[in-house]
């Protein structure tokens, strides 16, 4: 050092009585110092070892869950042009399966084309009109007349008797006036005689007691087979025999076949007093024998009014 120089520029060292009497400042600052760097240095360690140990739990995470992610790949069916969803991953790691899968994929335009109904099709698959009954048109006419056909002539409950010019037995015969009690259960019966089946001679007569205009006769019976025809006459008392010119044919023969039959009259402008209903032959399985002769049955008859 020069004269009068207090520290070596060198080595930093005093001169001897520049710093006065010796004491434990300098090297305790100087220890401080070097105390502030070692430990600024350790917490810039802890930190960049805790800041790279952070990532490490997400990589080992990802690479554990790998075997759930092919579990329900494997299981899930799918259906031809099925769009799979992707799996959703939760910020831990852990794979969910979307709650709500997609199992078909919109219909491409080829698609749509071919199985959308064509417009003429779908235009004539619920016609309203095509089922609606017209009148005079075979059996759906003939319906479409019954439903439109006026209410039946009022009856009293005695209007109606046994017809039986020929004198037959009366024990032959049960109550009229069971085929006009509005209840098909019951009925006027007429026992066969096996000597002369299946011809028969009697009917079911009925009183209008006042002269009215007849177009239908409605038959109900559980013997169908019989041959019947309409008969009807003006004056008073009726006609004592069905040969009597004052018996007017109001329909032709016929042979019944159902058990339900309408029978559509002539001479519905004509007014009678009396209607009869003449049966000329029974069922041959209503023939019976000489101790068990069978019957025909009349259920309910129905006389109606013409229209309008």
Same mark, same amino acid.
């Not at 305790?28 to 240095?41: I, K």
């Not at 040969?243 to 007014?271: C, F, Q």
């Given at each position: ?58 990589? @080992? #995470?990802?690479?554990?869950? =790998?075997? %759930? ?5 494997? /299981? !899930? &069916? +799918? ?36 199985? @959308? #109904?064509?417009?003429?099709? =779908?235009? %004539? ?5 095509? /089922? !609606? &009954? +017209? ?174």
């Amino acid at each position: 050092m020069t004269g009068g120089q207090d520290w070596c520029l060198q080595c930093g060292a005093g001169a001897p009585g520049s710093l006065g009497t010796p004491s434990w400042r300098p090297a305790a600052t100087a220890f401080g110092l070097v105390a502030v760097l070692v430990l600024g240095a350790a917490a810039a360690a802890v930190a960049a070892l805790s800041k790279g140990s952070a990532k490490v739990p997400v990589v @080992t #995470t990802t690479v554990a869950a =790998a075997p %759930t992610v092919s579990t329900p790949a494997t /299981t !899930t &069916p +799918t259906t031809p042009g099925a769009v799979t969803m992707p799996e959703a991953k939760s910020p831990s790691g852990t794979v969910k399966p979307p709650k709500i899968p997609l199992t078909a994929s919109p219909p491409k335009a080829s698609e749509t084309t071919t199985s @959308t #109904t064509p417009p003429s099709e =779908a235009t %004539t698959s619920t016609p309203t009109t095509s /089922t !609606t &009954p +017209t009148s005079g048109s075979g059996a759906s006419g003939e319906k479409a007349n019954e439903e439109s056909q006026q209410s039946a002539i009022l009856l009293d409950t005695n209007a109606a008797t046994t017809y039986n010019p020929y004198g037959y037995p009366a024990s032959e015969f049960s109550g009229p006036s069971l085929a006009i009690d509005d209840d098909p259960s019951t009925a006027w019966t007429a026992e066969v005689n096996p000597a002369s089946a299946p011809k028969m001679a009697e009917g079911l007569l009925i009183d209008l007691k006042d002269q009215q205009k007849v177009a239908v006769l409605e038959l109900i019976t559980s013997t169908p087979g019989m041959t019947v025809q309409v008969y009807g006459a003006k004056g008073n008392p009726a006609p004592a025999s069905i040969t009597d010119p004052a018996w007017i044919p109001l329909s032709a023969p016929k042979a019944i076949k159902k058990k339900h039959t309408r029978l559509a009259l002539r001479d519905s402008k004509k007014e009678f007093t009396y209607i009869t209903l003449w049966i000329s032959q029974a069922p041959q399985s209503a023939a019976g024998t000489a101790t068990a002769p069978g019957h025909v049955d009349v259920n309910e008859v129905e006389l109606f009014p013409p229209k309008g």
